[in-house]
Nanobody, 126 residues
Framework: QVQLVEFGGGLVQAGGSLRLSCAAS????????MAWFRQAPGKEREFVAA????????YSADSVKGRFTISRDNAKKTVYLQMNSLKPEDTAVYYC???????????????????WGQGTQVTVSS
């Protein structure tokens, strides 16, 4: 049974940093894309960043480019999201997710992702 468990959310002031972690278990993720999405109150879930489990290649949404970095540690089966220069508009529940399509087969759409964590709240105060 696949499990994705997120850690590291919390309350931070604007301009601050947080690092989210996602512990993945239950299968081998070779070839998968691992990603972070977020959902703010009253808004649709949106893509943040994705990384290839196999080779570490990554890309991110324009709204977080230059501020957020996604990475993975295969040995620890963990995916990270380092968030710097946080803004109040980054406030959301952040979800870890995995897609069998892989990084090159997915385009950041929610429907392309097969497994989801329970989410962790990130709140950025102004």
């Amino acid at each position: 049974q696949v499990q994705l468990v997120e850690f590291g959310g919390g309350l931070v002031q604007a301009g601050g940093s947080l690092r989210l972690s996602c512990a993945a278990s239950g299968r081998t993720f070779t070839g998968y894309a691992m990603a972070w999405f977020r959902q703010a109150p009253g808004k649709e879930r949106e893509f943040v960043a994705a990384v290839s489990w196999s080779d570490g290649t990554s890309y991110s949404a324009d709204s977080v480019k230059g501020r957020f970095t996604i990475s993975r540690d295969n040995a620890k089966k963990t995916v990270y999201l380092q968030m710097n220069s946080l803004k109040p508009e980054d406030t959301a529940v952040y979800y870890c997710t995995a897609s069998r399509l892989g990084l090159y087969g997915s385009s950041g759409s929610v429907e392309e992702y097969d497994y989801w964590g329970q989410g962790t709240q990130v709140t950025v105060s102004s």
